[in-house]
T-cell receptor
């Protein structure tokens, strides 16, 4: 019964490159959430997706960031033309469909370092 | 914005009970209170959640006041491994969708 799997665990990118972060939710979970955590800060909500749909992207920066959760395969958080300020830990969480009492299961995160 | 407020830090002696308070005065009648913790820089770990009644599991107990405006997470016998940031969360609902907004949490330090 695997939990939320995120890869890679660590990612180093040079300024201007693209970063792709992957998240495979718990089997049977159709809701995915992405959070960003800057050093010494709390987790900031970025985006909430269901299969093939973006439900809430109110926390996503308007430029360079995008997210998807295709019908098949993992959810992807893509950051284009990375800058130093994008260096952070990115956490993905999943939850099952329906049921307001369900909590989230979080992955171990991807630590992005932009050099 | 987060719908909860917590003290920024607390210390607890090893083996003693750790009581972590949380205020959520604007909570709706059907909203659950969730507690998570983050050890070091790992992913947040679910601890417990509740609606109205007190809850207990193998990790902790959750005491919710009758008016539901505050709650307390109790770690009955804190160990050094319980040193972490503890987040009390009430789900935020906007435009028919919901999400967890994390506040700053309480940094619990368990002392030997």
């Amino acid at each position: 019964n695997a939990g939320v799997m995120q890869n890679p665990r660590h990612l180093v990118r040079r300024r201007g490159q693209e970063a792709r972060l992957r998240c495979s939710p718990v089997k049977g979970h159709s809701h995915v959430y992405w959070y960003r955590q800057l050093p010494e800060e709390g987790l900031k909500f970025m985006v909430y997706l269901q299969k093939e749909n973006i439900i809430d992207e109110s926390g996503m920066p308007k430029e360079r960031f995008s997210a998807e959760f295709p019908k098949e395969g993992p959810s992807i958080l893509r950051i284009q033309q990375v800058v130093r300020g994008d260096s952070a830990a990115y956490f993905c969480a999943s939850s099952p469909p329906g049921g307001k009492s369900y909590g989230y299961t979080f992955g171990s995160g991807t630590r992005l370092t932009v050099v | 914005d987060a719908k909860t407020t917590q003290p920024p830090s607390m210390d607890c002696a090893e083996g003693r009970a750790a009581n972590l308070p949380c205020n959520h005065s604007t909570i709706s009648g059907n909203e659950y209170v969730y507690w998570y913790r983050q050890i070091h820089s790992q992913g947040p770990q679910y601890i417990i959640h509740g609606l109205k009644n007190n809850e207990t599991n193998e990790m902790a107990s959750l005491i919710i006041t009758e008016d539901r405006k505050s709650s307390t997470l109790i770690l009955p016998h804190a160990t050094l491994r319980d040193t972490a940031v503890y987040y009390c969360i009430v789900r935020v609902t906007t435009s028919g969708t919901y999400k967890y907004i994390f506040g700053t949490g309480t940094r619990l330090k368990v002392l030997a």
